[in-house]
T-cell receptor
Framework: DSGVTQTPKHLITATGQRVTLRCSPRSGDLSVYWYQQSLDQGLQFLIQYYNGEERAKGNILERFSAQQFPDLHSELNLSSLELGDSALYFC?????????????FGSGTRLTVV | LAKTTQPISMDSYEGQEVNITCSHNNIATNDYITWYQQFPSQGPRFIIQGYKTKVTNEVASLFIPADRKSSTLSLPRVSLSDTAVYYCLVGDNNQGGKLIFGQGTELSVKP
């Protein structure tokens, strides 16, 4: 157990639907990062939050949004889902906003869009 | 962020030492070198991080030459459970903290 908790572990939904992925960071970590991993794209950085504020943005689609709550858990919202959104979504956390002590990843949420 | 180049795949046998080299010719002064390990359907796991010379922990060693244009991850006496993808990342810890992953090296350990 890495200390980063992601729910749900698996999600199957239809095209056009909206889903929410949840991440609880490791105790004491203030930064949360979201990554998408698909077979053809590898690990893609989506977005980072630090202590409730957005800190960095990567290849995140406009259909996707995220937020970090006061208790530091984070949610990634995916809407108008397409078949190509099927992937593993990982959340990671680190102590500071700069990730200088290494990231701790969760076990991921496998999203299947049918 | 400095671009990294590493072999796509490597094969080894149990008990051997495995060295995975990563090239990062454009590494900047403030950049650190970090290695992660990823098993199928699991999140990447931090292995080791270094800036220069040699770093060793209970899992691996990281060798960084003086010019820092490459680095070598050394795994001593690998076992079947070391079969995974290994990622080399180079970045400035001041660049917003995001880690950019490349293709990684798929290590296959055989009996």
């Amino acid at each position: 157990d890495s200390g980063v908790t992601q729910t749900p572990k698996h999600l199957i939904t239809a095209t056009g639907q909206r889903v929410t992925l949840r991440c609880s960071p490791r105790s004491g970590d203030l930064s949360v990062y979201w990554y998408q991993q698909s077979l053809d794209q590898g690990l893609q950085f989506l977005i980072q939050y630090y202590n409730g504020e957005e800190r960095a943005k990567g290849n995140i689609l406009e259909r996707f949004s995220a937020q970090q709550f006061p208790d530091l858990h984070s949610e990634l919202n995916l809407s108008s889902l397409e078949l190509g959104d099927s992937a593993l979504y990982f959340c990671a956390s680190s102590v500071g906003q700069l990730g200088s002590y290494g990231y701790t990843f969760g076990s991921g949420t496998r999203l299947t869009v049918v | 962020l400095a671009k990294t180049t590493q072999p796509i795949s490597m094969d080894s046998y149990e008990g051997q030492e495995v060295n995975i080299t990563c090239s990062h010719n454009n590494i900047a002064t403030n950049d650190y070198i970090t290695w992660y390990q990823q098993f199928p359907s699991q999140g990447p796991r931090f292995i080791i991080q270094g800036y220069k010379t040699k770093v060793t922990n209970e899992v691996a060693s990281l060798f960084i030459p003086a010019d820092r244009k490459s680095s070598t991850l050394s795994l001593p006496r690998v076992s079947l459970s070391d079969t995974a993808v290994y990622y080399c990342l180079v970045g400035d810890n001041n660049q917003g903290g995001k880690l950019i992953f490349g293709q990684g090296t798929e290590l296959s350990v055989k009996p």
